[in-house]
Nanobody, 124 residues
Framework: QVQLVESGGGLVQAGNSLTLSCAASGRTLSDYAMGWFRQGSGTERDFVAAISWNGGITYYADPVKGRFNISRDNAKNSLYLQMNSLKPEDTAVYYC?????????????????WGKGTLVTVSS
């Protein structure tokens, strides 16, 4: 069993940056593909970014491509999401998720472990 805990959310002005972290315990992350998803008020949980087990492959949703960067440190059992040039429409609860596979996935139904989320609010 894997426990995931996100941190780093908060209130930020549009145009600024924020970095989210996800700490894992219970099992090493090195065998898992990981991802970030987000859910705004009244919306579904949407894919944001994914990374393969060794960081060799990354993939981004179109709305964040070129602004967000996903990375991982398997030695620290951690996942990160660097968010630049934030926009009000990026406001959401951001979730860290793990998949029982080395290959990435972009749909929430393909993920097996979830954190509880961290709120990011971007003011205009």
């Amino acid at each position: 069993q894997v426990q995931l805990v996100e941190s780093g959310g908060g209130l930020v002005q549009a145009g600024n940056s924020l970095t989210l972290s996800c700490a894992a315990s219970g099992r090493t992350l090195s065998d898992y593909a990981m991802g970030w998803f987000r859910q705004g008020s009244g919306t579904e949980r949407d894919f944001v970014a994914a990374i393969s087990w060794n960081g060799g492959i990354t993939y981004y949703a179109d709305p964040v491509k070129g602004r967000f960067n996903i990375s991982r440190d398997n030695a620290k059992n951690s996942l990160y999401l660097q968010m630049n040039s934030l926009k009000p429409e990026d406001t959401a609860v951001y979730y860290c998720a793990g998949r029982l596979s080395r290959g990435i996935a972009t749909h929430h139904s393909a993920m097996h472990y979830w954190g509880k989320g961290t709120l990011v609010t971007v003011s205009s």
